[in-house]
């Protein structure tokens, strides 16, 4: 019982020496990192949209983030977009999902799996080399078109695609 009490005076003593203490922590942080705590972080990257490499239809978003298997290559959404279908053929534990417009396999979703898979199952698997992604309010980013002759259709130039639509 002795030493419980002496450990307990040890803690008191250690918690009195922090109150004590006067150090302005945003003053510390602004004298090491050259930045206060009020200063807005201005390099957050916008919500991403992940879409299919071949026909550029969204597939999913990164509000439904679950994660990334950086070993196998794959980003794990919760979600998808409709545009999404879920294949019939299964394999093991694997069901392949496919795109609508191009049915292009993008990745799989685990239906039953073994324990050390159980992080993955129900998740949407998108393989990273047959996705691009796009982050929204980059203006500076564009998707790359097909081929030398073709233009993406933008905002700013949608008036004359239509003109020569209806020509």
């Not at 993008?106 to 990273?128: A, E, I, Q, W």
Request: charged share 30%; net charge negative.
């Amino acid at each position: 019982m002795a030493t419980k009490e002496k450990s307990v005076g040890c803690q008191k003593n250690k918690n009195k020496t922090f109150e004590v203490c006067s150090i302005n922590s945003s003053a510390v942080e602004e004298k090491l990192f050259g930045r206060a705590d009020k200063e807005v972080e201005e390099d957050d990257d916008g919500p991403v949209v992940f879409i299919c490499g071949k026909c550029r239809l969204p597939v999913g978003d990164s509000m439904s983030w679950d994660g990334s298997e950086d070993e196998q290559n794959q980003i794990k959404l919760k979600r998808v977009t409709n545009n999404v279908i879920i294949g019939k053929d299964t394999r093991f534990f694997e069901l392949n999902k496919r795109s609508v417009c191009c049915h292009s396999v993008l990745g799989m979703v685990y239906t039953s799996t073994p324990r050390n898979l159980d992080h993955k199952r129900s998740t949407f698997c998108l393989s990273v080399a047959n996705i691009d992604s796009y982050v929204l309010g980059s203006g500076a980013q564009m998707l790359a078109a097909e081929g030398p002759k073709e233009q993406l259709v933008t905002v700013e130039y949608r008036h004359s695609v239509e003109q020569q639509l209806t020509e």
